[in-house]
């Protein structure tokens, strides 16, 4: 189905989050949205799949007028939205997430939907047990799903909000084809990305998006200059890689164990260097992030020791692990990392250690600017947490801690974040390791942790490997031993 | 089976109801995403008007019927400050309870202690007569054999059908139902009024059948409709295991009830006794939780780990994530 978008404005608040947009999609075509964090991609996706109302501006599909009132107009009239988080219901059954979108009589019909869902996923090569129930699924998995289900809804226009965040590098691939395949059987893809190279590799034609609106559109052969000249206005470069390891140990791990219900892994033991950056590569879900947590004391190992400075820390508290300078970032900014409702400032307070009752707001206020403009958040002292872009939260994490520190753990530090965010980000963590810190940090990002890694653990199905030299390793290499190969 | 043992199983039957009742209708509540925690006060206001009206009306339906309309009122009040004025549902709730007990108590006054109307059993014929069963399951008023058929109903409706569906997805995910083309707000609205009607329902059921009478705070109502509650968190918001939850609470009221007669043990800790024994059944349930357990789990040998870790996880319940949430689309 042709799309055409005619002078789409939307405002929130003060913001133009969509500026004026204009854009034409022809059938069987993928078509790319590019731009960085904030540049109204998803306003307009979500506009167009019936979410949120524009608030002026025309939709045309196939040359007729439309009104899209709500996502149930949107799929009657073929569109469908996957989105970043994928809209399913984690509880229950895949077969249970289909039926719920059905129209029809009281009673269910599962066993001809089962079929179906079987013979849709036959089709595309997927692998979905529509007994399976969806939290046990990856999120790769659960993409499909609702990839298979807006198609089962009979959806012609599929738009993907960032979809390639927190899938494997195998499942990325898998998504590609099934996307490419899709345009051939004439349905118009929407793929809203802020990642240069997934777009690069899989559209037909990019609309680069800065600032609410349309700064460009390119065609292959793409040029990676000219898209980051569009998308920010400026060049960037990615630094050398460079090591700041020294022969010290910080900390050493003894036949460690530790589990949880789905989990156990067992025998793991390392040493980790001062200096040293630890990238822990893996499918999500397969123990990095209980590693992680173990090492940052929150969850306790079932045995084995954890040695800083020749004094065993397992089965320690949160705050013993806090002392010795370890310090845990999460990967869910808003639920684990900070608190909404309370303002940059106030998680200053939280964070900084004060022994007196009163507050000094003052001083406070002085703290927090200084920091603000140090880690250059855009944002005021009395901005809340949650009014700051994705972006901006993952520097206030950052900005929050503490001076001196001996291991930073990092759960998908730049998930979510542009180019230029990423780079910052990586460039603040650099000069920490010359000031001696070590990090360990989990990405779903193979590049990235090749990047700035000294040495990589894998992990697969329980098991973990030796150390890999990041220096002799390639994305291929990892690839292959996160699905599983070459153990 | 003696005599007294077939009374108190029948006894756990018939106690059970208004319970039943009020958890499932809660349940249906709490599954489209809305506490309401007026429930206890709800009862007791209920039961109240419930045996005023029937008594002044000699008609026990328009008793019942009351009852359900003021439940309904009620969970109004409750769906309108949470629904459409997205306002604590907690406090709402906590205000609402204390209020509707007071007006009870205040409005029943004069009707303390009077003789009223109640609804005689019915037995049914032939199945009565079977051993055992009959005398358990059969010789009660129609209510009884209602609950019965409402729990089987309950559990089909969640489970079986499309609307169903719909509202355990509005609990869990208001936003990918609304995706799917649910109107969610309307949904919340529906429920929690049906659900108020239910358990408008059990105040007449305890003072027209179950325990006949009103008699202000000696009617013994005071604390049931907060079990209720209990029972559908207990009950894992499923209703066959919310009734399952029913009928132990009456059981532990029943055995409370035999024991007074047969032993020395002293009253006050036979009526108290069944809430701190449901405050532990709780914390049983929901043990497979804590830190400490999943430890002990994996220093156990491999079989026995594997046969406990399965119960408990059975055993393990989770709320509807968008319970007390409410929904905006933007």
Same mark, same amino acid.
């Given at each position: 189905m042709n799309i055409e978008l005619r002078n789409i404005h939307k405002w929130f608040g003060k913001v133009h989050a969509n500026d004026d947009i204009s854009l034409k999609i022809t059938s069987g075509t993928i078509q790319g949205i590019l731009g960085e964090n904030g540049a109204g991609k998803s306003t307009l996706m979500k506009i167009l799949s019936g979410f949120i109302h524009a608030d002026s501006g025309e939709i045309l599909l196939d040359g007729n007028l439309v009104k899209i009132k709500s996502p149930d107009d949107a799929i009657r009239l073929g569109i469908g939205m996957l989105h970043q988080d994928p809209l399913d219901f984690p509880p229950m059954r895949v077969i249970d997430n289909f039926l719920l979108g059905q129209h029809g009589g009281l009673f269910l019909n599962r066993t001809q939907v089962e079929k179906q869902i079987q013979e849709l996923s036959q089709k595309f090569g997927f692998q979905i047990n529509p007994d399976a129930y969806v939290e046990t699924l990856t999120v790769g998995e659960r993409q499909q799903l609702e990839i298979l289900r807006l198609l089962w809804m009979g959806v012609r226009i599929l738009i993907l909000d960032e979809p390639t965040t927190g899938i494997s590098a195998n499942q990325k691939e898998k998504l590609f084809a099934t996307l490419?395949?899709?345009?051939?059987?004439?349905?118009? $893809?929407? &793929?809203?990305?802020?990642?240069?190279?997934?777009?690069?590799? @899989?559209?037909?034609? $990019?609309? $680069?998006?800065?600032?609410?609106?349309?700064?460009?559109?390119?065609? +292959? +052969?793409?040029?990676?200059?000219?898209?980051?000249? @569009?998308? &920010?206005?400026?060049?960037?470069?990615?630094?050398?890689?460079?090591?700041a390891c020294r022969p010290e140990p910080l900390l050493r791990l003894e036949n460690i164990g530790i589990e949880d219900y789905r989990l156990r892994l067992r025998n793991i033991n390392l040493t980790l260097y001062r200096g040293e950056i630890l990238g822990l590569a893996g499918m999500e879900g397969s123990g990095q992030k209980l590693f992680l947590q173990m090492l940052a004391g929150i969850k306790r190992p079932v045995c084995g020791k954890i040695m800083i400075n020749d004094v065993n820390y397992a089965g320690k508290r949160y705050e013993n692990f806090l002392k010795a300078g370890i310090s845990y970032i999460p990967a869910s900014r808003m639920e684990e990392g900070l608190i909404p409702g309370l303002t940059l400032t106030e998680h200053f307070i939280l964070s900084e250690e004060h022994n007196e009752l009163l507050i000094s707001q003052k001083e406070a206020l002085n703290l927090t600017q200084s920091r603000i403009n140090d880690f250059r958040i855009k944002g005021v002292p009395y901005s809340k947490v949650e009014q700051l872009s994705g972006g901006n939260q993952q520097r206030a994490l950052l900005a929050l801690m503490r001076e001196k520190l001996n291991l930073i753990l990092m759960e998908h530090p730049t998930r979510g974040l542009d180019i230029e965010s990423s780079i910052w980000i990586w460039k603040k963590m650099k000069e920490r390791c010359a000031d001696c810190t070590s990090i360990v940090f989990i990405s779903a990002d193979l590049e990235e942790i090749i990047q700035y890694s000294d040495r990589i653990l894998v992990f697969f199905g329980g098991m973990v490997s030796e150390p890999i030299d990041a220096n002799t390793t390639s994305v291929d290499e990892l690839g292959q031993l996160i699905g599983g190969i070459g153990w | 089976m003696d005599n007294t043992t077939l009374t108190t199983l029948a006894g756990i039957m018939e106690y059970a109801v208004p319970i039943l009742f009020a958890a499932i209708g809660e349940n249906f509540i709490e599954k489209s995403g809305i506490t309401n925690l007026s429930v206890n006060g709800t009862i007791l206001l209920t039961a109240m008007a419930g045996f005023v009206v029937a008594l002044n009306t000699s008609s026990l339906l328009l008793g019942f019927l009351i009852g359900a309309l003021i439940g309904m009122a009620v969970a109004a009040v409750v769906a309108f400050s949470s629904i459409t004025l997205k306002q604590s549902q907690v406090a709402i709730g906590f205000i609402l309870a204390t209020l509707c007990r007071d007006l009870a108590y205040f409005l029943g006054a004069p009707y303390n202690n009077k003789p009223g109307i109640f609804l005689t059993k019915t037995p049914i014929d032939f199945l009565v007569d079977i051993p055992v069963i009959g005398p358990i399951f059969f010789n009660h008023h129609v209510l009884v054999y209602a609950s019965y058929l409402f729990i089987i109903l309950a559990y089909v409706y969640l489970y079986k059908t499309r609307p169903g569906l719909q509202l355990q997805g509005i609990g869990e995910r208001p936003a990918a139902a609304y995706n799917r083309g649910v109107n969610v707000n309307f949904q919340r609205y529906m429920y929690t009024l049906v659900g108020g009607a239910l358990i408008g329902l059990a105040g007449p059921m305890y003072s027209l059948a179950v325990k006949i009478g009103w008699s202000g705070q000696l009617s013994g109502l005071d604390g049931v409709g907060w079990i209720a509650l209990a029972i559908t968190i207990f009950g894992g918001w499923h209703p066959l295991r919310v009734a399952f939850g029913a009928y132990f609470f009456a059981g532990l009221q029943q055995l409370g009830i035999t024991l007074q007669s047969n032993t020395n043990i002293p009253i006050q800790i036979l009526q108290a006794a069944p809430f701190p024994l449901m405050i532990f059944t709780l914390l049983l349930v929901n043990i497979g939780r804590a830190e400490w357990v999943e430890r002990e789990l994996a220093a156990m040998p491999e079989k026995p780990r594997l046969i406990v870790s399965k119960i408990l996880r059975m055993l393990r319940t989770s709320p509807p994530a968008s319970l007390g949430i409410p929904f905006e689309r933007e």
């Open positions: 490419v395949t899709l345009a051939k059987q004439d349905l118009t $893809v929407i &793929f809203v990305s802020h990642k240069l190279e997934d777009v690069q590799g @899989l559209c037909d034609r $990019v609309a $680069v998006f800065r600032q609410g609106k349309v700064a460009g559109e390119l065609t +292959p +052969p793409y040029n990676t200059d000219e898209f980051i000249q @569009l998308m &920010f206005d400026k060049e960037i470069k990615i630094g050398a890689k460079t090591t | -």
